[in-house]
């Protein structure tokens, strides 16, 4: 968020990596919890810093966070197309497009 110059309020959709595992998956939920929890208590973490942390701290912050009417758009196509492999990150950039231009 930091590299980007954006608050976790600015990010307006997530695409998850999401290859519908539960505990991938479960971890990719509790990171974006984490990442908006960050936001209520304007302690902005970096990449780095994320990185760094234990899953239970993730799953802490992402416990902390508050009801909010802010809820970014969150996507994930492996679960429905399956992963294809050397395929999936150009497929997953059209779906994301696609998902904020409607």
Do not use: W
Not at 17 to 36: M, Y
Not at 77 to 99: D, I, P, R, W
Request: charged share 20%; hydrophobic share 40%; with cysteine.
């Amino acid at each position: 968020m930091l590299e980007a110059q954006v608050t976790p309020r600015q990010i307006s959709a997530f695409n998850c990596h999401a290859t519908s595992t539960p505990v991938g998956d479960a971890s990719e939920a509790k990171c974006i919890q984490a990442i908006l929890a960050s936001n209520q208590r304007e302690n902005f973490k970096t990449v780095d810093e994320f990185r760094g942390m234990t899953p239970e701290r993730i799953s802490e912050m992402a416990d902390e966070l508050e009801a909010s009417d802010y809820m970014p758009l969150i996507t994930a196509q492996k679960g429905n197309l399956g992963h294809c492999v050397a395929g999936a990150g150009a497929l997953e950039t059209c779906f994301a497009l696609l998902s904020l231009y409607h």
